[in-house]
């Protein structure tokens, strides 16, 4: 079974403060994503990688960066965190071939709480 | 907004019944896919019927999906109080290589 591990279930930082969400896949998944979900609005897309080093801006990247330096790790980072950055984050892989779009494999999320 | 719209948005029923779920969207897509979330959990995917598919099932999930009206529905047959979550559809449009777009979500309860 494919297994998406995030690094916290739950964090807690202070406005302006640097914060880094990880993202570890274990079945080689060449995509992998970042998205927030917030109540009414649905998931959106923060930032994908379809490769090690590549990146792709979603449809909310502000306030947000990412990396991707091995191709099972993909992190999240708050450069200077905002209470509107108060989310569930999740992250997602999958094995995408043509670039169709498949199945994506979940992480069990991180919900992050901005003081 | 190419999102999908789920509908109803709400839906509670007893269990056994069968629980029906909807999703318009508004481009041409590759795919479309269902997904469940558990409360405060990451999301479970259920079954993908790709644009030249009209039907799929698994197990108790049947997926109909009709590219002329831009609509597809999930069914749960039977359904148990298991199987109370959120679903929601994502679609690949056309053109947009890996990316999914959700829906808001459907809140499904079902009553023991």
Redesign the interface.
């Known amino acids: 079974d494919v297994k998406v591990t995030q690094s916290s279930r739950y964090l807690v930082k202070r406005t302006g403060e640097k914060v880094f969400l990880e993202c570890v896949q274990d079945m080689d998944h060449e995509n992998m994503f970042w998205y927030r979900q917030d109540p009414g609005l649905g998931l959106r897309l923060i930032y994908f990688s379809y490769d090690v080093k590549m990146k792709e801006k979603g449809d909310i990247p502000e306030g947000y960066s990412v990396s991707r330096e091995k191709k099972e790790r993909f992190s999240l980072i708050l450069e200077s965190a905002s209470t509107n950055q108060t989310s569930m984050y999740l992250c997602a892989s999958s094995l995408d071939v043509g670039g169709l779009g498949e199945t994506q494999y979940f992480g069990p999320g991180t919900r992050l709480l901005v003081l | 907004s190419q999102?999908g719209e789920e509908d109803p948005q709400a839906l509670s029923i007893q269990e056994g019944e069968n629980a029906t779920m909807n999703c318009s969207y508004k481009t041409s897509i590759?795919?479309l896919?269902w997904?469940r979330q558990n409360s405060?959990?990451?999301?479970?995917?259920l079954i993908?019927i790709r644009s030249n598919e009209r039907e799929k099932h698994s197990g108790r999930l049947r997926v109909t999906l009709d590219t002329s009206k831009k609509s597809s529905s999930l069914l749960i047959t039977a359904s148990r109080a298991a199987d109370t979550a959120s679903y929601?559809c994502?679609t690949?449009h056309t053109g947009?290589?890996?990316?999914?777009t959700?829906?808001?979500?459907i809140t499904l309860s079902v009553r023991p």
């Open positions: 999102q590759n795919n896919q997904y405060g959990r990451g999301l479970v995917h993908l929601f994502a690949v947009a290589n890996s990316k999914l959700f829906g808001k979500g």
